[in-house]
């Protein structure tokens, strides 16, 4: 059941196009016209509106954005349209719109069901929605690495499960293996800095530093340095405040100030201020006496010890050499030495992490060796598989007698794991070389299909491989950019037939040259320029009877009136319907 079908593209200054809308159907529809009328834009649209890459060069030019707006209808329920509602977009009536804008700078923007979304989003939305084919992707079906891919994805979890693990398995052993190395190479460079460490935390250890001693040494030095100048200063302060012992005449503050409270106690009843205030002489009077006291003790117990000060400069300069090597103060010696003790315990305990990490890292090459060895048996059953369905396709495609297969390998290394009994290389998609082969017809021998097929024949193989991806992995529209370049005659029809019946359980799109594809179509879009060379919104039209039968004719002989040309369309077309 399809699940999602692309309803409408609006295509303005893009290419070509001035402003045309391609309207789609389910089904399959076919886009035509000249060489160069802009039939090519139409893929190039929707990969805009599915987060492909924004090319500013596309821009026409004189405009200053290109945007391609879009319409699909989708389930609610539908992978793609939980996804779009994640991302904050709305669903109208079933309905999802994608937009995508490109500036003539480069600039790109992409909104998503009214909503402004990362063009990451829409990329994501793609691998749900459409499958696009083009001439690039052909190329790329030649690659290794996308062989792989593609068996992968037809094996679906036989072969993703496996995959997972062993995928986690070599990320931890590349962490482990580049940690050991990093261990290793240091090894020296770790001796050093830990004999280094030792050598400072023996120092400070030899010395006992306590958390702001400096600060006390420091002020106690202060006061030593200057001892008699502070026990007489004081001692003149006591006698200015308590009197003088040996100088019975000499007025003292506290005398003073006993006789001011004197005077005014004979009179403080008549005026609570003056009351008050005599209340607060005799609180001058009390701490006059508390600090004079004070002073007495001070200079009584004043250490001017010359003794002292020399011990307490010399702790002073011990705790300097310190200072001068590991931190501003004595706190921030402090903090160095707890700091490198837990540093020279990590270092004094890498030699147990290396023996840790080693026998984590051969334990991890077993695991990965087992793992290695599950998913290449995967592979290979998925590859006979699909190898089969494969073939079976490419005999409804005009190539009954051609034959497909995977050949499976591994390249031994010495460094590598073991897979099959012998150490081989590996990598993060396991241990094993795909390639698909064909074999063109009965005797020839298995080649590469970048050696040994044709364009057409590549052109086939890929579709096949599309229509079996379609039985075991669908998605609900796929759009087709000339899949049938370098073919012609039977096999031309039997492509069209193929994306027919393709297109009874997806909506298929598919631009081609061929009037033999474009027969089998339920609908055919006509893509013209005007006189200016512009596509226009009149430049996309729908043919239906006459005009499809005169395209179709185009397209067979370059010539809309022929006679022949017309007969042999309206042969193509009934030999389409019959099929259908």
Avoid at 416 to 427: H, L, N, S, T
């Amino acid at each position: 059941m399809v699940v999602s079908v692309l309803e409408e593209m609006r295509i303005r200054s893009l290419g070509v196009i001035d402003d045309a809308v391609v309207e789609l159907s389910p089904g399959f529809t076919a886009v035509t016209g000249e060489t160069g009328a802009g039939k090519t834009m139409v893929v190039t649209s929707l990969g805009l509106l599915l987060g492909g890459r924004a090319d500013p060069a596309l821009v026409r030019i004189g405009a200053k954005s290109a945007v391609v707006e879009g319409r699909i209808s989708v389930s609610p329920d539908a992978p793609a349209a939980l996804r779009a509602e994640e991302a904050g977009a709305e669903l109208d009536d079933g309905t999802l719109l994608i937009s995508r804008t490109v500036s003539a700078e480069g600039r790109s923007r992409a909104h998503l069901g009214g909503r402004s979304v990362p063009v990451g989003i829409l990329a994501e939305l793609a691998d749900e929605l459409v499958a696009v084919h083009g001439q690039t992707d052909q190329q790329g079906l030649l690659r290794p690495a996308r062989q792989r891919e593609a068996l992968d994805r037809y094996a679906g979890a036989a072969v993703s499960g496996p995959h997972a693990e062993y995928a986690a398995a070599y990320r931890r052993l590349r962490a482990v293996s580049v940690e050991l190395d990093e261990l290793t190479a240091r090894a020296r460079e770790r001796a050093r800095e830990a004999d280094l460490l030792r050598f400072g935390l023996g120092e400070v250890a030899a010395v006992e530093p306590r958390a702001g001693e400096d600060v006390e040494l420091a002020a106690e030095a202060e006061r030593l340095g200057h001892a008699e100048a502070l026990a007489s200063a004081a001692s003149v302060a006591h006698a200015a405040l308590a009197g003088n012992p040996e100088d019975p005449e000499t007025v003292d503050a506290t005398t003073l100030v006993a006789g001011a409270g004197r005077a005014l106690d004979a009179v403080r009843a008549h005026d609570p201020a003056l009351a008050a205030l005599a209340e607060r002489i005799g609180e001058i009077s009390i701490l006059l006496g508390d600090v004079a006291g004070e002073l007495a003790g001070y200079a009584d117990n004043l250490d001017a010890d010359p003794l002292r000060l020399a011990a307490v400069e010399e702790r002073r300069a011990a705790l300097t050499q310190l200072t001068r090597k590991y931190g501003e103060d004595i706190a921030a010696v402090l903090a160095w030495a707890e700091q490198g003790a837990a540093r020279l315990t990590e270092l004094d305990g890498d030699d147990d992490r290396i023996g840790g990490l080693t026998a984590e890292r051969d334990a991890l090459r077993d695991e990965l060796s087992g793992l290695a060895q599950a998913l290449t048996d995967a592979r290979t059953e998925a590859a006979a598989r699909f190898a089969e369905a494969v073939t079976e396709e490419l005999a409804s495609l005009a190539m009954p007698h051609a034959r497909v297969s995977f050949a499976i390998r591994q390249t031994e290394d010495p460094e590598g794991v073991e897979v099959g009994g012998r150490p081989v290389a590996y990598g993060p998609h396991g241990a094993d070389e795909v390639e698909l082969l064909l074999a063109p017809h009965p005797g020839a021998p298995p080649r590469p299909i970048a050696k040994g097929a044709s364009g057409g024949e590549l052109s086939r193989v890929m579709l096949a491989v599309e229509v079996v991806f379609a039985g075991t992995d669908p998605v609900p529209t796929y759009l087709f950019d000339e899949v049938d370049a370098g073919v012609g005659g039977k096999a031309a029809v039997e492509i069209g037939r193929r994306l027919a019946k393709l297109a009874k359980s997806a909506q298929v799109v598919v631009v081609t040259h061929l009037p033999q594809v474009a027969a089998f179509a339920d609908r055919q879009l006509l893509v013209e320029k005007t006189n200016d060379g512009t596509v226009t919104r009149s430049g996309v039209t729908v043919l239906e009877g006459e005009d499809r039968v005169r395209e179709l004719s185009r397209m067979l002989a370059g010539q809309e009136n022929s006679e022949t040309a017309r007969a042999h369309a309206e042969e193509l077309l009934a030999t389409a319907r019959a099929d259908g």
